[in-house]
C-alpha cells in the first residue's frame, strides 16, 4: 500500500513539475530574456513574501495536529486561522514600497497581492495534509498549483499569439493556486454545523510564535538567500542574463521538488511519530531509507536535469541560453546540496531541535554574502553562482554536524553497549 501511495504521489508531483519544466520551456521561446528575469523576480517575490504571512507557524501548529485528537485538530485550525488573518492584514500593504520604488512593474502590482494569498493558503494546506498523512492528496494540491495551469498557459502560448505575455502567466498562476485551495480542502477537516468554532486562544498563539519564530528567522535567512541571488545578479551582471540565471535556477529546483514528493513527505510522518514516541529502533529505519531513496533520487534527477536542458537548449537556439549554460552547473550543485542537507534537517526537525536548524540557515546566508563578495574579485559573472553553491556547503555542513552533536540516539548508545550502538549510524 506504502508503494503504491508513493507512485502516485509521485506522479503527480512529477507531472507538476514536468508541466513547470515545459512552462519555462515555453517562456525561453516567447518572451525576451528579461521578461523571464521579471517573472523570476516575481517569483522569487511571492516565495519569500509566504514566510512573513505564515510566520512558519506550522513548526507547531502541524506538531500538535499530527498528534492530536479530533478536537484538538478543529483547535489548532481555528488558532492558526486567526493568527493568518492578522499577518495578512499587516503585511500586505508592505508590498506597495517594492513597486513605489519601482523593483517591480505596476502592471504586476494586483499579480503579486493575489499571488501572495493563494500561494501562502495552499502551501499551508499542502503541509497540513503531508503532517495528517495524505501525501497523495498533497500531491494532487500541488499538482493544481503548478501541473495544471502551466499546460493551459503553454497552450495559450502556442495557439494565441495575443496571450504571450507575462500577465497571462500571472493569470493561469492564480487560477491554479485557487485550484489547488478549493479541491483538497474539501477532505481536510468537515467541520460540523452544530459544532462550536473554538474560542480565540491567544496563549496557544504566543507559545506556538515564541516556537516558531527562530525557526522563522533561519527560514528568512534561507529563503532570502534563494530571493537575494536574483536581485543581486540582476545588479551586477544585468537583466538580460538574469533570464538565463531565473531559467536555470528553475530548472535545476526540479531536483528538490521531486525528492519532497517521493522521499522527503513519506519520511516526515514516520520520523515525527517515532521520536515522539522514543521508537529509535524505527526512526534509525526510516533515516536510512531516507537517506538510500536520497542519494539515487538526487543523482538520477541531477543527471536528467543536465541533459533536458541541454537538448532544450538546443531546440529554443537563442545564443542568450547557450552561452551561459555554465550558470546550470552552479544552479544544480547548490540544489544538490540543499538536497543532502534535508536529511539531517528532517532529522533535527522531528527531535525539535529548531534553534540549530536555524543556526544553520544564518549560517548559510553568512556564507553566501562572504562567497559572492570575495569571488567578486575573481568572477562578476560567476560571484553569485558561487555564493550560491558555497552557501548550501555551509547549511548542510552546519546540519550534520549539529546532528552528530544531538542525536538522541548517541545517549542510549552510550547508557546501552553492545546492540545499540548500530543505532548510531546515520
Same mark, same amino acid.
Request: hydrophobic share 55%; aromatic share 16%; charged share 15%.
Given at each position: 500500500?506504502? %508503494?503504491?501511495? =508513493?507512485?502516485?504521489?509521485?506522479?503527480?508531483?512529477?507531472?507538476?513539475?514536468?508541466?513547470?519544466?515545459?512552462?519555462?520551456?515555453?517562456? %525561453?521561446? *516567447?518572451?525576451?530574456?528579461?521578461?523571464?528575469?521579471?517573472?523570476?523576480?516575481?517569483?522569487?517575490?511571492?516565495? /519569500?513574501?509566504?514566510?512573513?504571512?505564515?510566520?512558519?507557524?506550522?513548526?507547531?501548529?502541524?506538531?500538535?495536529?499530527?498528534?492530536? #485528537?479530533?478536537?484538538?485538530?478543529? !483547535? @489548532?485550525?481555528?488558532?492558526?486561522? +486567526?493568527?493568518?488573518?492578522?499577518?495578512?492584514?499587516?503585511?500586505?500593504?508592505?508590498? *506597495?514600497?517594492? !513597486?513605489? !520604488?519601482?523593483?517591480?512593474?505596476? =502592471?504586476?502590482?494586483?499579480?503579486?497581492?493575489?499571488?501572495?494569498?493563494?500561494?501562502?493558503?495552499?502551501?499551508?494546506?499542502?503541509?497540513?495534509?503531508?503532517?495528517?498523512?495524505?501525501?497523495?492528496?498533497?500531491?494532487?494540491?500541488?499538482?493544481? +498549483?503548478?501541473?495544471?495551469?502551466?499546460?493551459?498557459?503553454?497552450?495559450?502560448?502556442?495557439?494565441?499569439?495575443?496571450?504571450?505575455?507575462?500577465?497571462?502567466?500571472?493569470?493561469?498562476?492564480?487560477?491554479?493556486?485557487?485550484?489547488?485551495?478549493?479541491?483538497?480542502?474539501?477532505?481536510?477537516? =468537515?467541520?460540523? +454545523?452544530?459544532? &462550536?468554532?473554538?474560542? /480565540? #486562544?491567544?496563549?496557544?498563539?504566543?507559545?506556538?510564535?515564541?516556537? %516558531?519564530?527562530?525557526?522563522?528567522?533561519?527560514?528568512?535567512?534561507?529563503?532570502?538567500?534563494?530571493?537575494?541571488?536574483?536581485?543581486?545578479?540582476? /545588479?551586477?551582471?544585468?537583466?538580460?542574463?538574469?533570464?538565463?540565471?531565473?531559467?536555470?535556477?528553475?530548472?535545476?529546483?526540479? @531536483?528538490?521538488?521531486?525528492? &519532497?514528493?517521493? @522521499?522527503?513527505?513519506?519520511?516526515?510522518?514516520?520520523?515525527?511519530?517515532?521520536?515522539?514516541?522514543?521508537?529509535?529502533?524505527?526512526?534509525?529505519? &526510516?533515516?536510512?531509507?531516507?537517506?538510500?531513496?536520497?542519494?539515487?533520487?538526487?543523482?538520477?534527477?541531477? @543527471?536528467?536535469?543536465?541533459?533536458?536542458?541541454?537538448?532544450?537548449?538546443? *531546440?529554443?537556439?537563442?545564443?542568450?541560453?547557450?552561452?551561459? /549554460?555554465?550558470?546550470?552547473? !552552479? %544552479?544544480?550543485?547548490?540544489?544538490?546540496?540543499?538536497?543532502?542537507?534535508?536529511?539531517?534537517?528532517?532529522?533535527?526537525?522531528?527531535?525539535?531541535?529548531? $534553534?540549530?536548524?536555524?543556526?544553520?540557515?544564518?549560517?548559510?546566508?553568512?556564507?553566501?554574502?562572504?562567497?559572492?563578495?570575495?569571488?567578486?574579485?575573481?568572477?562578476?559573472?560567476?560571484?553569485?553562482?558561487?555564493?550560491?553553491?558555497?552557501?548550501?556547503?555551509?547549511?548542510?555542513?552546519?546540519?550534520?554536524?549539529?546532528?552528530?552533536?544531538?542525536?538522541? =540516539?548517541?545517549?542510549?548508545? $552510550?547508557?546501552?553497549?553492545?546492540?545499540?550502538? $548500530?543505532?548510531?549510524?546515520?
Amino acid at each position: 500500500m506504502q %508503494a503504491k501511495l =508513493r507512485t502516485a504521489s509521485l506522479l503527480f508531483r512529477s507531472a507538476a513539475l514536468g508541466a513547470k519544466f515545459g512552462l519555462f520551456f515555453v517562456l %525561453a521561446i *516567447f518572451l525576451a530574456p528579461e521578461e523571464v528575469g521579471v517573472f523570476g523576480l516575481v517569483a522569487a517575490t511571492v516565495n /519569500f513574501s509566504l514566510y512573513f504571512l505564515g510566520m512558519d507557524f506550522y513548526i507547531h501548529a502541524n506538531r500538535e495536529f499530527r498528534v492530536g #485528537d479530533r478536537d484538538k485538530r478543529k !483547535f @489548532v485550525l481555528a488558532q492558526t486561522a +486567526r493568527l493568518f488573518v492578522v499577518t495578512h492584514a499587516v503585511m500586505l500593504p508592505t508590498f *506597495f514600497l517594492l !513597486f513605489h !520604488f519601482e523593483v517591480l512593474p505596476w =502592471r504586476l502590482f494586483p499579480f503579486v497581492i493575489a499571488l501572495s494569498v493563494l500561494e501562502h493558503i495552499s502551501t499551508e494546506l499542502y503541509r497540513l495534509l503531508i503532517a495528517f498523512g495524505r501525501p497523495v492528496l498533497a500531491s494532487f494540491g500541488f499538482f493544481l +498549483r503548478l501541473g495544471l495551469w502551466p499546460f493551459v498557459a503553454a497552450l495559450g502560448f502556442f495557439l494565441f499569439p495575443q496571450m504571450r505575455t507575462l500577465e497571462t502567466v500571472m493569470f493561469f498562476w492564480a487560477i491554479g493556486a485557487a485550484l489547488s485551495i478549493i479541491t483538497p480542502a474539501m477532505f481536510v477537516v =468537515r467541520w460540523p +454545523r452544530s459544532m &462550536q468554532i473554538p474560542a /480565540f #486562544d491567544w496563549g496557544w498563539i504566543k507559545a506556538g510564535l515564541y516556537i %516558531a519564530l527562530p525557526f522563522l528567522l533561519g527560514t528568512l535567512c534561507l529563503r532570502g538567500m534563494q530571493t537575494v541571488d536574483r536581485y543581486l545578479f540582476d /545588479f551586477l551582471v544585468g537583466p538580460e542574463i538574469l533570464g538565463a540565471f531565473v531559467l536555470f535556477l528553475g530548472l535545476a529546483g526540479v @531536483v528538490p521538488a521531486m525528492l &519532497q514528493a517521493g @522521499v522527503y513527505s513519506f519520511a516526515l510522518p514516520v520520523l515525527l511519530s517515532s521520536a515522539h514516541d522514543k521508537e529509535w529502533e524505527k526512526f534509525s529505519g &526510516q533515516l536510512k531509507e531516507l537517506r538510500t531513496g536520497l542519494i539515487i533520487g538526487s543523482v538520477i534527477l541531477s @543527471v536528467g536535469v543536465l541533459i533536458g536542458a541541454r537538448l532544450m537548449l538546443i *531546440f529554443i537556439d537563442n545564443p542568450v541560453y547557450l552561452e551561459n /549554460f555554465s550558470l546550470l552547473f !552552479f %544552479a544544480v550543485a547548490a540544489n544538490l546540496l540543499f538536497a543532502f542537507s534535508m536529511y539531517f534537517h528532517l532529522a533535527l526537525y522531528a527531535c525539535k531541535k529548531d $534553534n540549530l536548524l536555524a543556526l544553520s540557515h544564518v549560517t548559510g546566508l553568512v556564507a553566501f554574502g562572504l562567497g559572492t563578495i570575495a569571488f567578486i574579485s575573481v568572477s562578476i559573472f560567476y560571484a553569485v553562482p558561487f555564493g550560491l553553491v558555497f552557501g548550501n556547503f555551509a547549511i548542510l555542513l552546519t546540519k550534520y554536524l549539529s546532528f552528530r552533536k544531538h542525536d538522541p =540516539r548517541k545517549a542510549i548508545a $552510550n547508557a546501552e553497549p553492545g546492540p545499540a550502538t $548500530n543505532q548510531r549510524e546515520l
